[in-house]
């Protein structure tokens, strides 16, 4: 409880607390009344949702088809801990790793130029930001898609193929049910923190792309308007708890469907 008040209740209390002063700290309501105003910020906000969404859409689609390769491995463990490795490493190495891959120099246009194509502009682009951050946030998708399949009896896939279903019967009908939580769970861990990423946008997507995150960086650090930065802040973790909230009330509607069923 010393721990929660501290490091979760405390910050989120300045923050909301800043968030109504500005920058002659006077109290005002005026931030609130500039975000929900102004068409740059609304962009923002846009942005951010539509990028998270990419995002987490792109590592849904990588990891189940991997979680589900990795739980047919014979050392699975060994390879679960090779995706996972790359969590150690500091995102602002693995960002500058990828400025020297991207770059105009680097190996991928090396790569295009020795077999005939040309080097392209491939950092500071859209694409650069998508793919990196899809690549850091993967381990966090993979491992509770993965923890779920590893739960699941066997047996029943192989009724499944018995009763005559196909692959794509099984998959549907079977191991996405079943998986269902952990595929959530891997969303609510990829959707939420990209929602605020602020440091690729910088690096990867050479300012082309702007999100809350970036809006946050720039208030707190270049216009000093720590106000209006804790305003976005507090939008932001109304969306996460938002989405977070959906999430659980999904989950106590079939709960409570499913208890009514066994109560028949």
Known sequence: MLWIILFVIAPVALIIYQSFFNLDHQFTLGNYATYFTSGTYLRMTLNSFWYALIITVATVLISYPAALFLNQLKHKDLWLLLIILPTWINLLLKSYAFIGIFGQNGS??????????????????????????????????????????AEIDPALLNASRDLGATNWQTLTRVLLPLTRKGVVAGVQAVFIPSLSLFMLTRLIGGNRVITLGTAIEEHFLTTMNWGMGS???VILIVMMFLSMALTAERRHKRKGIGTGAKEK
Request: charged content about 5%.
């Open 108 to 149: 991928v246009n090396q790569f295009l130029g020795f077999i005939g194509i040309g080097p392209k502009q491939i950092l500071f682009t859209d694409f650069s930001f998508i793919f990196v951050a899809t690549y850091i946030e993967i381990p966090f998708m993979i491992l509770p898609i993965y923890n779920a399949i």
């Open 231 to 233: 305003t976005i802040g």
